[in-house]
């Protein structure tokens, strides 16, 4: 394979930074550290596989982070699964908080979880360095979010999480709810009051087809736009400017200023363009973007003995063949080779 200049300038330079061959700088790095989980939400696990990727051990995802953190990644993102699941998270999350990133500041360390044990790790976590959490919450009443769960009595357990983050100060605390239509739009102007009166930032996303089984229709998506003009029925809204190009959600607050909706919308209003992300799987492989149809296997190149230079220089050319962007909607698209469990949040 030809390597390219701006690849062998890239690799060359003494702190080579991860770039794509779009011109895309990628801080950003999400780590599966298990693909288990203890709900069975409509959306994601609508088969019966179960968790189907070998864990790493936690020094082993200590190893690779820190490879990809001096290659420039200043924002770690532990998903799984369910991370709050895995045996020697505080420790993992202690020893990144004390990583240095390339511009000599501390990681950006977040956390996204279905809340179910949040309650009893919110504070041990903050304790250790976690900077912030999302909550994954599909719906404010019980009988609709255990429906999606399929886990009874989850609503109130997970509502206490929430309040045990907020009450450790790991905010901005952010709420993920997964809108289908006929399964949970009706939940969008409640979520909308949850936002106020909970002080939280609820983002809803537009459904990707990402789940095990074959869910995912055009039809079932909720876009943006009708999302908006529910809310702005309700109360106005007023658009907020982007934290960052690369930032996913577009944000609002109402006109009051009391609470802040964020929508992320893939499918509707695709913001591939300033992607910065790369993800790392449960079991060791890169995945350049949620939508790849290939994988990498850094964790074998490891387990075979490749140095730490050897492993960058791989990481570095991967992160170069990073995809434009997804396909979803257009003919001939593929849905990726794993379910959204198996890729991490
Ligand atoms: S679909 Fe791929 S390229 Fe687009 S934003 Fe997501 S990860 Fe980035």
């Known amino acids: 394979m030809a390597v390219s200049s701006p690849e062998i300038s890239s690799i060359l330079t003494p702190h ?40 790493l051990g936690i020094d082993e995802y200590l190893r690779l982070i820190k490879l990809f953190v001096s290659l420039g990644i200043s924002k770690v993102r532990l998903t799984g699964g369910e991370p709050l699941l895995r045996r020697g ?3 993992l999350v202690r ?22 044990l949040l309650d009893e790790l919110a504070a041990p976590l903050k304790a250790a360095g976690l900077n912030r959490v999302t909550v994954s919450m599909d719906a404010v009443d019980a009988p609709t979010f255990e429906r999606i769960t399929h886990v009874p009595g989850s609503f109130q357990t997970v509502l206490a999480g929430i309040r045990a983050a907020r009450a450790a100060g790991l905010t901005p605390l952010k709420i993920n709810c997964v809108l289908l239509r006929g399964f949970n739009d009706s939940q969008i102007e409640g979520f909308a009051r949850f936002a106020r009166e909970e002080n939280v930032v609820v983002r ?47 944000r609002y607050t109402f006109k009051d200023g ?33 939508f790849s149809q290939v994988e990498h296997d850094l964790y074998g190149r490891l387990r075979s003995g ?40």
């Open 89 to 91: 998270l505080v420790d």
């Open 16 to 55: 080579p930074r991860l770039t794509d061959s779009h011109g895309r700088i990628i801080h950003d790095l999400r780590v599966s550290i298990t693909d288990r989980c203890n709900y069975k939400c409509v959306y994601c696990r609508t088969g019966e596989m179960g968790a189907q990727y070998p864990e």
């Open 258 to 290: 009391v609470g802040e909706i964020g929508i992320i919308a893939p499918v509707s209003q695709a913001f591939c363009g300033a992607c910065s992300r790369v993800r790392l799987t449960s079991d060791g492989k890169i995945r350049t973007c949620l």
């Open 95 to 116: 020893q990144l908080s004390a990583l240095p990133t390339l511009t000599g500041g501390p990681l950006d360390l977040a956390l996204t979880t279905n809340g179910h």
């Open 204 to 250: 809803f996303i537009e459904f990707m087809p990402l789940e095990e089984g074959r869910l995912w229709t055009p039809e079932i998506v909720v876009p943006l736009a009708e999302i908006v003009a529910r809310i702005g029925r309700l109360l106005p809204l007023v658009k907020l400017p982007p934290r960052e190009a690369s930032e996913t959600a577009q």
């Open 306 to 345: 490749e140095t730490n230079a050897e492993l960058r220089t791989y990481i570095l050319r991967t992160v170069q063949e990073k995809e434009a962007r997804h396909h979803m909607g257009e003919p001939g698209f593929l849905k990726p080779s794993r379910s959204m469990v198996h890729i991490g949040g």
